[in-house]
């Protein structure tokens, strides 16, 4: 597996329209897409820079992900995604290193992308998401 880029970062909030006043208002930057991802439990907003996306998470839900997420370790960067190319593919080479998987099988996520998360176990804590375009 070699990435074809960083997709986005993902930074969890608590008040998804303060932090895109925030990214607009302090970095000039444009949302330029707010999305509901339900089987997530999550609001999100994108920026573009450059290639690289900033994605905001808002929990919808007290037992989400990120709301979870946030209760442990607070607003922040949640997790970096790797652009990919034969996602399911890349994840059966990746479970054969030995590297502990969240999804074993692609699923659908922001922006119409097939996801997948590697476990933050085997990633040196930094849970990571891999993307391709569906």
Known sequence: MKPTHIEHVGI??????AAIKYYENIFGLE????????DQ??????FLVGQTKI???ESTSD???????????GEGIHHIAFAVNQ???TLSSIEQ?????????????AENMNIAFLHPKST???????????
């Open 12 to 17: 969890a909030v608590k008040d998804l329209d």
């Open 31 to 38: 949302c330029y897409k707010i999305e509901e991802v339900p």
């Open 41 to 46: 439990k999550v609001r999100t907003a994108f």
């Open 55 to 57: 994605e905001l998470l």
């Open 63 to 73: 037992d989400g992900p990120v709301a979870k997420f946030i209760e442990k370790k």
């Open 87 to 89: 996602l399911a593919p």
């Open 97 to 109: 290193k030995g590297i502990q998987l969240i999804d074993k099988t692609p699923r659908k996520g």
């Open 124 to 134: 040196f804590g930094v849970l990571t998401e891999l993307c391709e375009k569906s």
